[in-house]
């Protein structure tokens, strides 16, 4: 089985300064992980993924995140925070074997304050 | 190009009542997944097609849910005899292939109400 966990249900940073929103997961074989954010009464959107490669893995509108095989972890960060920013965030996983469907996290909401 | 869309936006029914939801993938796209975002199970998994093969149902809640996927493309979720505890946001997402790298693109959502 695999699972993934968003230890926080909402994070608060001033804009201008760095964040970071929290993942780790649990899932047999490779991991692939995902990252997608979500506006209200919006779908959800793509920011980035991690395949395989270079453990830091850049995505939209400046969001990076940073895979850790020890730690079981793929946290999302930016440098600098923007109040725009401000949404709902989902991390998710699929392993290499199994079920095509992606497992999420429980969501992190994201509160960006001028 | 045009992004995976889904119909009707919202839907308010009574309980009992049968509904249809409508999903067209993004141009291409082999694969397709439904999902169901609640409040108190998060985002969950119900059902995905790919191709002609035979249809992964191991997310389905139950026997009142059923899709299918016509001439590969336009996707219809239908539950019958709705209860309230289906009241959710209803996904839908595409990717090119059934592959554990590909991108699954999503949908706006479905709002389901059920009184």
């Known amino acids: 089985a695999q699972s993934v966990a968003q230890p926080e249900d909402q994070v608060n940073v001033a804009e201008g300064n760095p964040l970071t929103v929290k993942c780790t997961y649990s899932?047999?074989?490779?991991?692939?992980l995902f990252w997608y954010v979500q506006y209200p009464n919006r779908g959800l959107q793509f920011l980035l993924k991690?395949?395989?490669?270079?453990?830091l893995v850049k995505g939209s509108y400046g969001f990076e995140a940073e895979f850790n095989k020890s730690q079981t972890s793929f946290h999302l960060k930016k440098p600098s925070a923007l109040v725009s920013d401000s949404a709902l965030y989902f991390c998710?996983?699929?392993?290499?074997?199994?079920?095509?469907?992606?497992?999420f996290g429980s969501g992190t909401r994201l509160q960006v304050q001028p | 190009g045009a992004g995976v869309s889904q119909s009707p936006s919202n839907k308010v029914t009574e309980k009992g009542k049968d509904v249809e939801l409508r999903c067209d993938p993004i141009s291409g796209h082999t694969a397709l997944y439904w999902y169901r975002q609640s409040l108190g199970q998060g985002l969950e998994f119900l059902i995905y097609?790919?191709?002609?093969?035979?249809?992964?149902k191991s997310g389905l809640p139950s026997d009142r849910f059923s899709a299918e996927r016509t001439g590969g493309s336009v996707s219809t979720l239908t539950i019958q005899r709705t209860q309230q505890e289906d009241s959710a946001v209803y996904l839908c997402?595409?990717?090119?292939?059934?592959?554990?790298?590909?991108?699954?693109?999503f949908g706006p959502g479905t709002r389901l109400t059920v009184l």
């Open positions: 899932v047999s074989g490779n991991p692939y």
């Open positions: 998710a996983v699929r392993g290499d074997t199994g079920r095509r469907a992606l497992t």
């Open positions: 991690y395949i395989t490669g270079d453990n």
């Open positions: 997402a595409s990717s090119v292939r059934d592959s554990s790298t590909d991108t699954q693109y």
């Open positions: 097609f790919q191709g002609n093969s035979a249809p992964d």
